[in-house]
T-cell receptor, first 111, second 116 residues
Framework: KQEVTQIPAALSVPEGENLVLNCSFTDSAIYNLQWFRQDPGKGLTSLLL?????REQTSGRLNASLDKSSGRSTLYIAASQPGDSATYLCAVRNNFNKFYFGSGTKLNVKP | GAVVSQHPSWVICKSGTSVKIECRSLDFQATTMFWYRQFPKQSLMLMATSNEGSKATYEQGVEKDKFLINHASLTLSTLTVTSAHPEDSSFYICSARHRGEYYEQYFGPGTRLTVT
């Protein structure tokens, strides 16, 4: 069964710092990998989606990479802002359209 | 476009009662909807997959008689938690798959259930 792990569980950084969130998965037979943002008590906002054949995706200050063979993905956030404070979830989707989520990294960006 | 809503956004019920949560695709037809549960500080776990007009498929360990899922139309799926207990308190999120887009799923905002 696919297992998704995110490290660290929590991260606190000063505003303006660049940071990296890590995601690892045990089964490399994935269809794609997606990074979400979840604000407290809210649903999910999709940030970036990387197809299994891709190596990275970029959107504004966010960059996500994927190394399928080693079962790893990273989310890079440049010049962090207090508004980036949220929980970031990594999810892999298999070929049967099932999502497997990590437990998330709770990010706090201090002003 | 591709908006999914859930109702209610939060609900408090007494132990032993049943509560229904609705998941609606507002501007598209969803042949498949997924129900997830999220406990505090934990990740989302898939509970079941519901296809319009047929019985839901439950994940291992999820009691089908306790979590009743109905997907009666292409825009609405409901999750009924029967005989709720405090341990059922959780955040329930649905997602909907757009008809014709097998690998697109759109997530609802979630429903916070508290059982007292």
């Amino acid at each position: 069964k696919q297992e998704v792990t995110q490290i660290p569980a929590a991260l606190s950084v000063p505003e303006g710092e660049n940071l990296v969130l890590n995601c690892s998965f045990t089964d490399s037979a994935i269809y794609n990998l997606q990074w979400f943002r979840q604000d407290p008590g809210k649903g999910l906002t999709s940030l970036l989606l990387i197809q299994s054949s891709q190596r990275e995706q970029t959107s504004g200050r966010l960059n996500a990479s994927l190394d399928k063979s080693s079962g790893r993905s990273t989310l890079y956030i440049a010049a962090s802002q207090p508004g980036d404070s949220a929980t970031y979830l990594c999810a892999v989707r298999n070929n049967f359209n099932k999502f497997y989520f990590g437990s998330g990294t709770k990010l706090n960006v201090k002003p | 476009g591709a908006v999914v809503s859930q109702h209610p956004s939060w609900v408090i019920c007494k132990s032993g009662t049943s509560v229904k949560i609705e998941c609606r695709s507002l501007d598209f037809q969803a042949t498949t909807m997924f129900w997830y549960r999220q406990f505090p500080k934990q990740s989302l776990m898939l509970m079941a997959t519901s296809n319009e007009g047929s019985k839901a498929t439950y994940e291992q360990g999820v009691e089908k008689d306790k979590f009743l899922i109905n997907h009666a139309s292409l825009t609405l799926s409901t999750l009924t938690v029967t005989s709720a207990h405090p341990e059922d308190s959780s955040f329930y999120i649905c997602s909907a798959r757009h008809r014709g887009e097998y690998y697109e799923q759109y997530f609802g905002p979630g429903t916070r259930l508290t059982v007292t």
